[in-house]
């Protein structure tokens, strides 16, 4: 079956109680057994739910993926994962990864003895093998990169890392599964942040990791129902609500934001723009050939910190708001915003300067987010 189709049918078969359509909202906490040890498949609903199956289910067959386990938050899936990480092995990370990660990373695991070594997207593309060794545990990547769009080759990352014994994560959150699909292109494990695209209504917080590699899967499941950062089934179920349109959603986000992008790009008041459907995107070439389409998310420089924050604050239409992809356009200042927690020093360094502006394009009428970028810009 195709994707839509998928989204729709893939672990939602109609209620065999009811006949209802819809995956029904198991809201319990325990399961009656039948006898001690005998039971229908769920005893007690942090090790298992069926509506958490459900979407389990659908999600991982959207990434292509035998194996999907859902948590409380991408951050939680993040801690997830790192627990498959030994203090004497290292991570090796996208330098602009998201300021949530850096912050797990640097401030929780770091003073715990782990060892990261971050490294900018051209390093990791041209040689990433100079970076990794036996040591290396994952090969953590992002792309496209939150807030800079910057894109990595997974199938190049995939096979360097493999060829000293490394996993490859992608966080796949700002292209999702209907754009791009990490695993078919040689990941190990596959990250959401289902708050975003996936769920798609700015209405509920978790995560999911997929994966085909069966012995990382058991560890999975082991991690989620002993640590039990799960997502509850009223979460669950707005996200299996929710990837139902993500096709038709993901279609209009990217018509919608390429249309933005070259409106900026051909503004006096803008200094440049990063989205890498733009042909004059360092990472257009790849991202062409690794994603189906370029998303919904577009950065852009003014031209200083002053004239940024008073350009955000001055729309009407796209909101000054954290998080992303949902069908609302969002604006924010990442270094004030969502990047705060990383050292200024070091996001100037990065790129994510203090006249940084990120949107998250919705899908309302793409005139009237030209109009409200108009009498914006042209107020600073």
């Given at each position: 079956?195709?994707?839509?189709t998928?989204?729709?049918h893939?672990?939602?078969?109609?209620?065999?109680?009811?006949?209802?359509?819809?995956?029904?909202?198991?809201?319990?906490?325990?399961?009656?057994?039948?006898?001690?040890?005998?039971?229908?498949?769920?005893?007690?609903?942090?090790?298992?739910?069926?509506?958490?199956?459900?979407?389990?289910?659908?999600?991982?067959?959207?990434?292509?993926?035998?194996?999907?386990?859902?948590?409380?938050?991408?951050?939680?899936a993040?801690?997830?994962l790192?627990?498959?990480?030994?203090?004497?092995?290292?991570?090796?990370?996208?330098?602009?990864?998201?300021?949530?990660?850096?912050?797990?990373f640097?401030?929780?695991?770091?003073?715990?003895?782990?060892?990261?070594?971050?490294?900018?997207?051209?390093?990791?593309?041209?040689?990433?093998?100079?970076?990794?060794d036996?040591?290396t545990?994952?090969?953590?990547?992002?792309?496209?990169?939150?807030?800079?769009?910057?894109?990595?080759?997974?199938?190049?990352?995939?096979?360097?890392?493999?060829?000293?014994?490394?996993?490859?994560?992608?966080?796949?959150?700002?292209?999702?599964?209907?754009?791009?699909?990490?695993?078919?292109?040689?990941?190990?494990?596959?990250?959401?942040?289902?708050?975003?695209?996936?769920?798609?209504?700015?209405?509920?917080?978790?995560?999911?990791?997929?994966?085909n590699?069966p012995?990382?899967?058991?560890?999975?499941?082991?991690?989620?129902?002993?640590?039990?950062?799960?997502?509850?089934?009223?979460?669950?179920?707005?996200?299996?609500?929710?990837?139902?349109?993500?096709?038709?959603?993901?279609?209009?986000?990217?018509?919608?934001?390429?249309?933005?992008a070259?409106?900026l790009?051909?503004?006096?008041?803008?200094?440049?723009?990063?989205?890498?459907?733009?042909?004059?995107?360092?990472?257009h070439?790849?991202?062409?050939?690794?994603?189906?389409?370029?998303g919904?998310?577009?950065?852009?420089?003014?031209?200083?910190?002053?004239?940024?924050?008073?350009l955000?604050?001055?729309?009407?239409?796209?909101?000054?708001?954290?998080?992303?992809?949902?069908?609302?356009?969002?604006?924010?200042?990442?270094?004030?915003?969502?990047?705060?927690?990383?050292?200024?020093?070091?996001?100037?360094?990065?790129?994510?300067?203090?006249?940084?502006?990120?949107?998250?394009?919705?899908?309302?009428?793409?005139?009237?987010?030209?109009?409200?970028?108009?009498?914006?810009l042209?107020?600073?």
């Open positions: 079956m195709d994707f839509e998928r989204a729709i893939d672990g939602q078969d109609p209620d065999p109680a009811t006949g209802s359509v819809t995956v029904p909202i198991y809201q319990t906490s325990t399961f009656v057994q039948e006898a001690v040890g005998v039971n229908k498949g769920y005893d007690y609903a942090r090790v298992a739910n069926p509506t958490r199956t459900a979407l389990q289910l659908c999600l991982a067959s959207l990434e292509n993926a035998e194996f999907g386990a859902a948590y409380a938050s991408g951050i939680a993040t801690t997830t790192m627990h498959l990480v030994h203090p004497s092995e290292k991570v090796v990370c996208v330098n602009d990864v998201y300021g949530g990660v850096y912050r797990l640097t401030q929780v695991y770091e003073p715990k003895g782990y060892s990261f070594e971050f490294l900018d997207v051209d390093t990791i593309n041209s040689s990433l093998a100079d970076h990794i036996e040591q545990r994952i090969v953590w990547l992002e792309t496209p990169t939150n807030p800079l769009l910057n894109i990595v080759d997974i199938a190049a990352a995939a096979k360097a890392a493999h060829e000293v014994g490394a996993m490859v994560v992608v966080d796949n959150t700002f292209a999702t599964p209907y754009l791009q699909r990490p695993l078919d292109l040689g990941a190990d494990v596959v990250l959401h942040s289902l708050t975003k695209y996936l769920g798609g209504h700015s209405d509920m917080v978790g995560g999911f990791v997929a994966t590699d012995t990382v899967a058991e560890r999975l499941y082991f991690l989620q129902k002993s640590l039990g950062a799960i997502l509850g089934p009223m979460d669950c179920w707005l996200v299996l609500r929710g990837v139902k349109t993500l096709a038709i959603r993901m279609q209009k986000h990217s018509e919608n934001a390429r249309r933005v070259e409106y790009a051909q503004h006096e008041a803008v200094e440049s723009v990063l989205y890498p459907g733009l042909p004059g995107h360092p990472g070439e790849i991202a062409s050939r690794q994603m189906d389409d370029f919904g998310m577009v950065s852009f420089l003014a031209s200083s910190e002053e004239e940024a924050v008073e955000v604050a001055r729309t009407k239409i796209f909101l000054l708001a954290e998080s992303l992809g949902g069908v609302e356009t969002l604006i924010s200042h990442p270094a004030i915003m969502t990047h705060a927690s990383v050292p200024k020093e070091r996001r100037d360094m990065l790129g994510i300067t203090d006249g940084l502006i990120r949107i998250s394009v919705g899908i309302e009428d793409v005139e009237d987010l030209q109009a409200d970028l108009q009498q914006a042209d107020g600073i």
